[in-house]
Nanobody, 118 residues
Framework: QVQLVESGGGLVQPGGSLRLSCAASGSIFSIYVMGWYRQAPGKQRELVATITKSGSTNYADSVKGRFTISADNAKPTVYLQMNNLKPEDTAVYYC????????????WGQGTQVTVSS
């Protein structure tokens, strides 16, 4: 059974920073892509950033230059460093992983709340 456990959310003032972590555990044979998505109240879930096993990254235009995704394949854990946070970044952030156990499947974490407010 695969688990993705997120941590690092919280309340921060505009302009502040947070670092999210997501640790994957279970009988994982290989992880192909890990990433972060977010969902604000009344809105659809949207991609924030992804990183492949080889280290290629992809970002939503709204977070480019402010957020940085990284991964430690040995743990395996994915991180999201969020700088210069804005109120519009307020959302539940979900970790996602495309990985292989006995088959290749998509997995989600339980979500962590990020609130940007003064």
């Amino acid at each position: 059974q695969v688990q993705l456990v997120e941590s690092g959310g919280g309340l921060v003032q505009p302009g502040g920073s947070l670092r999210l972590s997501c640790a994957a555990s279970g009988s994982i044979f290989s992880i192909y892509v890990m990433g972060w998505y977010r969902q604000a109240p009344g809105k659809q879930r949207e991609l924030v950033a992804t990183i492949t096993k080889s280290g290629s990254t992809n970002y939503a235009d709204s977070v480019k230059g402010r957020f940085t995704i990284s991964a430690d394949n040995a743990k395996p854990t994915v991180y999201l460093q969020m700088n210069n946070l804005k109120p519009e970044d307020t959302a539940v952030y979900y970790c996602n992983a495309l990985l292989r156990t006995v088959q290749t499947s998509n997995y989600w974490g339980q979500g962590t709340q990020v609130t940007v407010s003064s």
